[in-house]
């Protein structure tokens, strides 16, 4: 394998995904441009849930949100309840529901916040209560459009997403001797984060990488940037970043 790739998701994952890409005889780095850790609202989430009513809403938007909103229940000595609907953006957070015996939770046939819409297209959700557990910010068209159907929507902020510091020159040197071809990248804000990070004179080196993403939403970002070399993995999981390097190695064939 060809590959020498830059992973910028969270230590965690972006560690495991390292030794996927290295057990395939390629070689990748590990540089997160975003850590995670307890939200604003960690503590308010046995609160928010302990008033739903049956066939009610939880929306998962990551499984970072799922693990988050867990080790908080846990804290309050909740459980998460069962007569209401669960929906998780993606098979990864559905299947981190599973671990704490949510077997139902839903998933749209895209990953995101239009796969979501799509999936509750023909449900009755008029004042019909939903708790989105998510971190910081983030988009706000899943809520916008349930408002408009007059759901009553709540946000969970039960994570935070921060960007770390790096010394700009330092990295750029580091990926350079490395010999990075490839950036993976998990979102459009860990994408802002490493522009906003790479000096000036070092943007067409990395602009002219082959990046892979996780969404069409996310190429597109990249397009905008001026990067032209953009592989669409099938999603975030690293399961799914991986077959995009195959298929990246593969097809272009790096040197």
Not at 134 to 162: F, H, I, P
Not at 212 to 235: D, F, K, M, W, Y
Request: aromatic letters at 8%; one cysteine or more.
């Amino acid at each position: 394998m060809k590959i020498r790739a830059l992973i910028t998701r969270p230590r965690a994952k972006g560690e495991q995904l390292v030794r996927l890409i290295e057990a395939a005889n390629g070689a990748a780095l590990c540089c997160p441009f975003i850590e995670i850790s307890a939200g604003g609202q960690f503590d308010k989430v046995s609160s928010l849930l302990e008033k739903l009513q049956p066939d009610d809403y939880i929306i998962a938007i990551s499984d970072n949100a799922v693990n988050y909103a867990n080790t908080s229940l846990i804290n309050a000595n909740k459980a998460w309840p069962q007569q209401v609907n669960y929906i998780a953006v993606g098979p990864t957070t559905a299947k981190c529901w599973h671990k704490y015996g949510i077997n139902h939770a839903k998933i749209p046939r895209t990953h995101d916040s239009e796969g979501v819409l799509a999936l509750l297209t023909n449900t009755q959700v008029e004042h019909k209560n939903i708790v989105i557990l998510r971190g910081n910010g983030g988009r706000e068209t899943m809520a916008e459009d349930l408002t408009k159907r007059t759901a009553n929507v709540t946000y969970c902020e039960v994570y935070q997403r921060t960007a770390p510091y790096y010394e700009p020159e330092q990295l750029v040197n580091k990926w350079q001797q490395f010999a990075i071809n490839s950036v993976i990248i998990t979102s459009g804000e860990i994408l802002g984060n490493l522009i906003k990070t790479i000096p000036y004179t070092a943007l067409p080196w990395i602009l002219n990488l082959h990046f892979i993403v996780p969404s069409q939403r996310i190429a597109a970002l990249a397009n905008e940037l001026g990067i032209e070399h953009v592989t669409i993995a099938s999603g975030a999981s690293n399961n799914s970043l991986f077959n995009a390097v195959k298929q990246l190695d593969m097809q272009i064939g790096i040197s």
